[in-house]
């Protein structure tokens, strides 16, 4: 035995509220943690970030010496 059917129009219905229900959500949840910088200073130039970002890194040497190594 099943339950009673659901008219289509009801079921578009239903996932179109839930679907609304979601993007509110997600809106309030990008709002409340992710809108804008805590600080001003955390704020960086774009071209300072994608060079960040882009740059390859160096591979490291257990042998090679450092830089600012003042040991000698």
Known sequence: MT???LPR???ALTIT???IVKV???SLLWKA???APLAKKM???TS???QHLLAAPAPLSPLAPKANDDTD
């Open 9 to 11: 129009a009801s079921l």
């Open 43 to 45: 704020r960086l130039p």
């Open 48 to 50: 300072v970030v994608a």
């Open 24 to 26: 509110a959500i997600l």
């Open 33 to 35: 943690f992710f809108s």
């Open 17 to 19: 509220l839930a679907l």
């Open 3 to 5: 339950g009673p059917r």
